[in-house]
């Protein structure tokens, strides 16, 4: 059965990093797109990233300033996010989800997510 | 890109149908028929119900349905069950080839 398993979240204090990661089982994980979200405490759902089956094409939200950067290894099943100079606004609950063949697909399967914390 | 605009709330009684809508802009919602929606309940992550506006995935309910006009799409429950309340977001594909989410909404079954 397909899993999404995520870690690397934690308490890190403002302006610190992070690397989020996403162990993907039970699927041909080079098949698919993956992407990240991230839904902070109480809040709806935002869409961060996402990131072709080679890697080479890739699409962020406006809003991440180019402080995030996601990559995959799929040779490991595995997707990452680099998130830098984090503000309290990071805060939050990071899901990655599994897209399908295009960057429109929708998102079938997801995580659990991994807690970030960014406070003094 | 701006959030796609739901209605904080929708209630309703069991048995009943209830629609929720999802508003963006010929940019996104308007311009694709790339629209998806996910239920989340307390404490757990996103499930895909409808994707490309209509399509139910393997194992979603008939009950529910998607729909589309103009910029604005529309996710229909019928036949109201208690399992159903829980938050609602629709998604779309956007212009700028990125995906943008809407603010959600709340379904209480009264």
């Known amino acids: 059965q397909v899993q999404l398993v995520e870690s690397g979240g934690g308490l890190v204090k403002p302006g610190g990093s992070l690397r989020l990661s996403c162990a993907a089982s039970g699927f041909t994980f080079s098949d698919y797109y993956m992407t990240w979200v991230r839904q902070a405490p109480g809040k709806g759902l935002v869409w961060l990233s996402y990131?072709?089956?080679?890697?080479?094409?890739?699409y962020y939200a406006d809003s991440l300033k180019g402080r995030f950067t996601i990559s995959r290894d799929n040779a490991k099943n595995s997707l990452y996010l680099q998130v830098n100079t984090l503000r309290a606004e990071d805060t939050g609950l990071y899901y990655c989800?599994?897209?399908?063949?295009?960057?429109?697909?929708?998102?079938?399967?997801w995580g659990q997510g991994t807690l970030v914390t960014v406070s003094s | 890109q701006s959030a796609l605009t739901q209605p904080a709330s929708v209630s309703g009684s069991p048995g009943q149908s209830i629609t929720i809508s999802c508003t963006g802009t010929?940019?996104?919602?308007?311009?694709?028929?790339?629209v998806s929606w996910y239920q989340q309940h307390p404490g757990k992550a996103p499930k895909l119900m409808i994707y490309?506006?209509?399509n139910r995935p393997s194992g979603v309910s008939n009950r529910f349905s998607g729909s589309k006009s103009g910029n604005t799409a529309s996710l229909t429950i019928s036949g109201l069950q208690a399992e159903d309340e829980a938050d609602y977001y629709c998604s779309s594909y956007t212009s700028s080839s990125t995906q943008v989410f809407g603010t959600g909404t709340k379904v209480t079954v009264l």
């Open positions: 490309d506006v209509t």
């Open positions: 989800a599994r897209g399908g063949e295009g960057p429109a697909a929708p998102f079938d399967y």
């Open positions: 010929s940019g996104d919602v308007g311009g694709y028929n790339y």
């Open positions: 990131i072709n089956i080679d890697g080479r094409t890739i």
